[in-house]
């Protein structure tokens, strides 16, 4: 009879021991979880395959971001633990989410762990360590978002930071119109834009940002395009997938139609020339260069600045011997944009 008592006790000794070591474990494990904000601009009709990121986070319009965390300050080289994946944000900086696929958890003593935000979450540069670089094609947004620091304790009370994103490119939004019925008749359609220049060099195709700021490295833009073209895409192309605007034949009309976008390198503009485009139209035999003059708004003064994360609206005017271009902006908070007359 005491050999049972015995083994009872010792027994219960364990189940008291187990349990405080869960209660403990429970404790110490708290999850890694973040918000998010982007800039929001006013939404433009056309596909949604990776062109810019508009409007608000929400439900319906998520946003899906490389997150990196690492427990050393500007320095990505070795990650915290394994958690270097992608996070999804459903809401504007009001709710905060973990990791898509494995819940990854604070250092148990409290240590600050760092971390930085990439958008789109796939495409960079296998080295994402001080810096990390990404090539763009004009159909994708570029984003990120500065290093923030959090710990155990600030998560384990309530307190989640925030990812701001910030848009690295601009936007180009191409929008037609014909002054009149002869030139619809000199044009004919519309087929082929690209971008030859921009701020009077060749556009550059890749971008590269510090980790620990979010902002353009030095010399950040580069790998201009040898052919000195970078595409436009088409807006509304209709199945789900990018087509550029290239070969096309859109038919012009006398009210203005938004065809095409494209997300290039930002400039230091000054309101001349900033932009140049190659126009091809079925009558134009062969392309047309036109340069496209930025202002601050439709018609106003001349747009001065970096044009970084601003969206410009560049109203293309066919006239019967020439195409101006005008472009008023439209911060990626609504900035501005521009507006050429093609004759």
């Not at 601009?41 to 971001?65: P, Q, Y």
């Not at 807006?235 to 859109?250: I, L, R, V, W, Y």
């Not at 997300?263 to 047309?288: E, F, K, Q």
Request: charged share 15%.
């Amino acid at each position: 009879m005491k050999r049972i008592v015995l083994s009872v006790l010792v027994l219960t000794g364990l189940w008291g021991c187990t349990q405080s070591e869960l209660v403990s474990h429970e404790e110490e494990n708290v999850e890694i979880r973040l918000r998010s904000t982007a800039l929001s601009v006013e939404s433009v009709t056309k596909s949604a395959t990776r062109s810019a990121f508009e409007g608000g986070i929400s439900s319906g319009n998520t946003l899906t971001a490389r997150v990196l965390a690492s427990s050393a300050t500007g320095n990505y080289t070795s990650t915290y633990l394994s958690a270097d994946g992608t996070m999804t944000f459903n809401d504007d900086g009001l709710t905060q989410v973990g990791f898509n696929t494995t819940p990854q958890y604070y250092p148990v003593n409290n240590a600050n762990v760092y971390f930085c935000g990439l958008y789109p979450s796939t495409g960079w540069d296998a080295d994402q360590t001080i810096t990390a670089s990404f090539t763009f094609h004009g159909n994708e947004d570029v984003m990120s978002a500065a290093q923030v620091s959090s710990k155990k304790d600030e998560a384990k009370g309530g307190t989640f930071k925030t990812l701001n994103f910030n848009h690295l490119l601009t936007q180009l939004v191409i929008s037609v119109v014909a002054e009149n019925d002869a030139a619809i008749t000199a044009w004919g359609n519309l087929q082929t834009l690209n971008l030859s220049k921009a701020g009077g060099d060749n556009p550059n195709s890749a971008v590269k940002v510090t980790l620990s700021s979010g902002a353009v490295a030095e010399n950040g833009f580069s790998s201009p395009l040898s052919d000195n073209s970078f595409k436009f895409w088409v807006c509304n192309p209709g199945p789900a997938s990018e087509t550029a605007f290239s070969g096309q034949s859109k038919a012009l009309t006398t009210t203005a139609t938004v065809v095409a976008y494209s997300m290039v390198c930002p400039i230091a503009a000054d309101g001349a020339d900033d932009y140049t485009l190659l126009v091809t139209t079925a009558n134009s035999g062969g392309a047309v260069t036109v340069p496209v003059n930025l202002k601050a708004t439709a018609g106003g003064a001349a747009y001065s600045g970096n044009t970084q994360g601003r969206k410009f609206v560049v109203t293309l005017t066919f006239k019967s011997t020439e195409i101006q271009a005008l472009g008023s902006v439209t911060d990626w908070v609504n900035d501005g944009g521009g507006s050429e007359v093609i004759q």
